[in-house]
């Protein structure tokens, strides 16, 4: 039965309002090189890649990459529902075909949250939140730029 009922009420009762959360949601500290380890053995690298790192990427039905530059930055709830709940939001660069089976996302049919516990998702996060660059986004401008 325990395994039926999964992340959601482990991660409910971990979930705390903290000041540098807008959304209410915190996680207690990771471990990125735990959750690196967790990558792997989840077998995450079988459609996941991480820019600018040395995990190899083992050919699987999908081919996505994480980390990276971003404009804006990834909060724990964002990525916590991209692990957990990854149907939520499919990302719309990657083809529907390539990333879903009937609309449901990959991940979601390789059953994660039935193997995964609540340390690894803490330090996945950790680590996943390490991999992305804050970049500006960029400005537009109304005046034409000369060389």
């Known amino acids: 039965m325990w395994k039926r009922i999964g992340l959601l009420p482990w991660l409910l ?3 705390a309002c903290g000041p540098e959360s807008p959304l209410g949601f915190s996680l207690p500290d990771g471990d990125a090189d735990r959750g690196q380890q967790a990558f792997l053995d989840l077998r995450c690298n079988s459609c996941h890649e991480v820019e600018g790192l040395e995990i190899t990427y083992r050919e699987g039905l999908a081919h996505v990459t994480l980390g990276g530059p971003t404009t804006h930055i990834k909060t724990n709830g964002e990525l916590v529902s991209s692990i957990i709940n ?14 879903t089976v009937n609309g449901e996302s990959l991940m979601s049919v390789a059953y994660l949250n039935d193997v995964m516990t609540v340390q690894q998702l803490i330090d996945l996060v ?9 970049t500006p986004p960029p400005v537009p401008t109304y005046w034409r730029v000369y060389p």
């Open 86 to 99: 990854p149907s939520h939001r499919i990302a719309p660069r990657y083809p529907e075909e390539q990333v």
């Open 13 to 15: 009762a971990l979930a």
């Open 126 to 134: 950790a680590f996943l939140r390490s991999t992305y660059e804050l």
